[in-house]
């Protein structure tokens, strides 16, 4: 039995946004680096599930026939779509680059290496079209199809360490925090500042979601890996350390106060560690013999200060962040 969706219904104001009028009620992004042996066949697919959406594939920089074959497959099904060309290697510069381009009243992103199921738009847009959803996920873990599917244990091991904090920090239940399966309603997308340059969109769109308290409601997909002949692009050792990084940003940009509280907790511990031969000498001798190391233990004691009070400061600017951001929604 399939694992029923969970849905986080956090406060939101439901005011609409002064944009221009809809290209498409429904627009379909497909971001492409070298996918000349699937873009056919996910274009054709999503195509067939929902004939009147716009498709909008972005050539992220490929050096082979994606391009080609996407505008022909484009105009072979007389399909309403383009293809753009983003120079800037990422992908979150390719979506970035489609949800400037695009005005929709929801979005829908997915991979174009047929990994996604293509029948399963109509249950990501459900949601966002009955206006119970801001950002609905393709949750690809709960059925262990992503388990079964993906070849790279590594890759499983950090969507789960990064599954794991993120849910910790804004006490969440999300299930698959990097799926690249998502629907998006027009208020998402437009009020969302996309920053990282790479693979880390999903993981930002989902921290994003859950800082500015947008409704997200995740429904189990199915997963199948990639049709032999096409290649990942991600690096198992260069993406692992971006993980790694992700999370040091998660802590830094969204609980300040928290990552600069523990780093002023650790150098007052190291302070109080220097200073221990320091306090010897005086209860002993009546003098501090060990100089160095007391120079060393007041450094430290006054770094922990400073962290300290960077962590206040930086969690007030944060708090107000939050507040302009309400204020730019109720406008």
């Keep these: 039995m399939a694992k029923l969706p969970v849905i986080y219904i956090l406060l939101h104001l439901e005011n609409p946004i002064n944009l221009k009028e809809p290209l498409s009620e429904v627009a379909i992004v497909l971001p492409a680096y070298n996918e000349e042996l699937t873009i056919a066949a996910t274009i054709s697919a999503f195509h067939e599930q929902l004939p009147h959406a716009y498709i909008l594939v972005v050539n992220n920089n490929s050096a082979d026939a994606t391009e080609e074959i996407a505008n022909a497959t484009l105009q072979k099904l007389g399909a309403r779509g383009a293809v753009v060309t983003e120079a800037r290697q990422g992908k979150g510069y390719a979506v970035r680059r489609a949800f400037a381009e695009i005005h929709a009243d929801v979005y829908v992103m997915a991979d174009a290496d047929l990994t996604y199921p293509a029948e399963r738009v109509h249950d990501l847009i459900a949601p966002v079209m009955a206006g119970t959803a801001d950002m609905v996920v393709g949750d690809r873990q709960s059925m262990g199809h992503y388990k079964n599917e993906n070849k790279r244990p590594l890759h499983n091991f950090g969507n789960w360490l990064v599954s794991k904090l993120i849910n910790k920090l804004f006490s969440a239940k999300l299930v698959d925090i990097m799926s690249g399966y998502r629907a998006f309603n027009r208020q998402f997308v437009k009020t969302y500042s996309i920053l990282v340059a790479g693979f880390q969109i999903e993981t ?49 940009f969204y609980r300040p106060l928290m990552f600069f509280g523990w780093a002023a907790i650790l150098f007052g511990m190291l302070g109080l560690l220097a200073a221990v031969p320091v306090f010897s ?38 708090y107000q962040a939050k507040m302009d951001f309400e204020r730019h929604l109720l406008r």
């Design 281 to 318: 000498d005086w209860i002993a001798y009546r003098f501090i013999y060990h100089v160095p190391l007391a120079l060393l233990a007041a450094a430290l004691e006054l770094v922990a200060v400073m962290s300290l009070a960077v962590g206040l400061i930086l969690d007030a600017i944060s």
């Design 204 to 252: 930002d769109m989902s921290l994003h979601a859950l800082d500015k308290r947008f409704r997200i409601v995740e429904i189990p997909v199915e997963y199948k890996d990639r049709p032999a002949g096409s290649f990942s692009k991600l690096n198992t050792f260069g993406d692992g350390a971006k993980v790694l990084l992700t999370i040091v940003k998660i802590l830094r």
